[in-house]
């Protein structure tokens, strides 16, 4: 048998290096898992984000035509009262009209 100075045979050298590459590439493969569920659990946050987003998005544009359509009906409303207003100052003005006339009807007849 060959001995090198440590007093191992190179078989034992080789067998101790074997052993060191082994636990190295374990090693290697543990950081790599790690790294990789890492990134995993950033692109799932990331999606959870975007849908968050994308959630919020579709409740203000739900929101917003809940919003036009009630902006809608109230200018309506308001159409339906001002058509309403002239009608009464139509109406008002009728009867003030009618008030004057018999106004004047009656000077004629008041007894002095």
């Known amino acids: 048998k060959k001995y090198n100075r440590d007093g191992m045979t190179q078989k034992e050298i080789i067998a101790q290096l074997e052993a ?4 190295m590439q374990r090693d290697h493969n543990d950081r790599l898992a790690a790294l990789t569920l890492e990134i995993e659990e950033e692109k799932l946050q990331r999606t959870k984000e975007l849908l968050e987003r994308d959630m919020l998005i579709k409740q203000l544009e739900t929101e917003n035509i809940e919003y036009s359509e009630e902006q809608k009906h109230l200018q309506h409303m308001n159409h339906l009262q ?9 109406t008002i003005a009728g009867l003030k009209q009618q008030i004057e006339n018999l ?4 000077e004629g007849h008041i007894v002095t």
């Open 82 to 90: 001002e058509e309403e207003l002239h009608e009464l100052q139509d």
């Open 20 to 23: 060191q590459i082994a636990q």
């Open 103 to 106: 106004a004047v009807e009656n």
